[in-house]
């Protein structure tokens, strides 16, 4: 049991480091808001990577609207994913319990699998506010 716990505190530290974690000298961070038609985005994630394709990504969790992340600095890609809201499942009393179906993506590609989106990374703490649209 001690060598798993071992095991997946390296894990979660490698993790760090790779998403330019503590020490990272070439990461600064990126909050602001989230909307898509206008209403802000329940939950997701929004990832900076490098657009030379150089360097570790960098990202947060977007919640209420809002984030803040580690993005390295520099010329980014930058993909936001958000789960679309599914209604809880119904069933029978005699079925039992279901579980629900796996979310879908509710942003379109051009935001995250075939991201549009750039945004230069500068050195310090910066907002960048993002309003998507269909």
Not at 27 to 33: K, Q
Not at 70 to 86: E, F, N
Request: charge should be neutral; include cysteine; charged fraction near 20%.
């Amino acid at each position: 049991m001690r060598h798993l716990l071992s095991l997946m505190a390296l894990s979660f530290s490698i993790t760090l480091l790779g998403c330019g974690g503590e020490g990272g000298a070439n990461t600064a961070e990126v909050s602001g808001t989230v909307k898509f038609d206008g209403k802000e985005i329940t939950e997701g994630n929004i990832v900076f990577t490098p657009a030379d394709g150089k360097g570790s990504p960098g990202g947060g969790m977007i919640k209420d609207g809002k984030y803040t992340a580690k993005a390295p600095v520099g010329k980014c890609k930058v993909s936001i994913t958000a789960p679309k809201p599914t209604p809880a499942a119904k069933a029978a009393p005699e079925d039992g319990p279901q579980a629900p179906p796996p979310p879908t993506e509710l942003l379109p590609a051009k935001y995250n699998t075939a991201t549009e989106l750039i945004y230069e990374v500068k050195s310090g703490a910066q907002t960048k506010d993002w309003d998507l649209t269909k």
